[in-house]
Each structure stands twice: as structure tokens, then as C-alpha cells.
């Protein structure tokens, strides 16, 4: 893991590379075939790329690719774009929190290709995590504040130097901070919910679209499709 902004001016193929800033890569990430050579990308800022191929990629501030995204598992917090050069999205599954945009998605033949809008995998995580902390910190302080017989005796034999008073401190001082984190957890949550899929020129059969748990399937060329022409976005 490097907690600086990664740059390579050549292509990346099949590697592994976990950053906890943003990654550059000039000529496109490449990974094999086959899914037990599938390289992996995460960035804890923004991903810039020429293209992705064969690859697993996660940023949590945005994803933007000049080419194309091919076969590929992409899912990120913030925006996922495809919109200069070829603007292609074709197989593989792209998760944003937030927004789409591209100008192609799918092919002639109906690969099958998913566009979702809502949590990524890192976000449920995460979520959830905050939430059991939450909750178990809730349990343990109804316990105290009951008076239940023996629980602070447990406590204390186990760590002869435990200061009720300060513990007591400590655990509401968590709360807050957990109720806090949710908080925010469900208004992006919220926002994802709002997401949007732009696509400035084509949809083929074999795309799938989900937003905020609502989805479509594109069984036939322009089945089932409704087409906005908005000159601003």
C-alpha cells in the first residue's frame, strides 16, 4: 500500500497496486483472461486511465478512462466516466455511488454488461461495520445505565485498573462519534439512491441497469428505453 499519488507512463498489466491517494497510468490497465490472473487496482483517490481491461478496480473518489472499459469489475463512491475517445463500456460490471456517463454501453452481439448505482462493496462494508459498533455500544451502555448485576464486576476482573466513571465517559464518547458516522453513511447512502446513467450515444440488448434497486434489462435494441436529449449534461 503507498499513501502517495501513484504515476506510471506505460501500461500496468496484470498487477496488483493499492494506493491511498490517486493513480495515474497513461497507456491503460490491463489484466489476463482468466479470472485467476485478474489483476487488482484500488485507489483511495482518483483513477485516471487511458482504458481498463480485464481488470478489478476500485477508487473511492472517481474513476475517468479516455477509451474504453472492457470486460472489467469497476466500482467506485464517486463518478465513473467514459466520455473522450471511444467512451466504451462493453462486459463487466461498473458500481458507482453516484454516476455513470459514457457514450457506448454494451455491443451489436449483447454482451452482457451491468451499470449500477448504489453502495460498493467497500461502502456496505463499512456500513455495516458502523452500524454493529453502534449497536453493541448502545447494548453495553443499557446495560450499565439498567444496573445489571455482575456486568461491571466481569469488567473489572478482567482489568483490575478499569475506572467506571471514565468508562462510562469513553463508551458515550463512542456512541456519539458512531451515531455521527452513520449519520453521514446514510446521506451518501441517500445520494446514491438519486444516482444517475448518462449515455450519449448507444445502448445495445445485453445491458442491465440498476438504480437504487430498481432494474432493467435491455432484452431487445432499443426495448424498453426511454431516450432524453439534454444539451447541458
Known amino acids: 500500500i503507498i499513501d502517495r499519488t501513484v504515476a506510471a507512463l506505460q501500461s500496468v498489466e496484470d498487477s496488483i497496486i493499492e494506493s491511498e491517494s490517486n493513480i495515474y497510468v497513461q497507456n491503460g490497465i490491463m489484466g489476463k483472461e482468466n479470472e485467476s490472473g485478474y489483476g487488482y487496482i484500488k485507489a483511495g483517490g482518483m483513477l485516471h486511465s487511458k482504458f481498463l481491461q480485464n481488470i478489478r478496480v476500485e477508487s473511492k473518489k472517481g474513476i475517468e478512462v479516455s477509451e474504453h472499459i472492457l470486460n472489467s469489475y469497476v466500482q467506485s463512491e464517486g463518478k465513473v466516466m ?17 454516476e455513470i456517463r459514457a457514450k457506448e454501453i454494451g455491443n451489436v452481439y449483447g454482451v452482457k454488461t451491468e451499470l449500477e448505482i448504489g453502495a460498493t462493496e467497500s461502502f456496505q462494508i463499512l456500513k455495516y461495520k458502523i452500524e454493529n459498533e453502534l449497536r453493541e455500544k448502545i447494548e453495553e451502555l443499557q446495560k450499565f445505565e439498567m444496573g445489571l448485576k455482575g456486568y461491571f464486576d466481569t469488567l473489572y476482573w478482567k482489568n483490575p485498573e478499569l475506572d467506571k466513571v471514565k468508562y462510562l465517559e469513553e463508551l458515550k464518547r463512542s456512541i456519539i462519534k458512531l451515531s455521527g458516522e452513520k449519520n453521514s453513511i446514510d446521506e451518501l447512502h441517500k445520494k446514491s439512491l438519486q444516482g444517475s446513467i448518462y449515455i450519449k450515444d448507444s ?13 432493467s434489462y435491455v432484452k431487445e435494441k432499443g426495448s424498453y428505453l426511454r431516450y432524453f436529449l439534454n444539451e447541458k449534461k
Not at 445502448?203 to 432494474?215: M, R
Open 82 to 98: 467514459a466520455l473522450s475517445g471511444k467512451g466504451k463500456i462493453l462486459g463487466g460490471r461498473i458500481i458507482s455511488g453516484i
Open 203 to 215: 445502448v445495445y440488448h445485453g445491458v442491465s441497469v440498476k438504480i437504487g434497486g430498481v432494474q
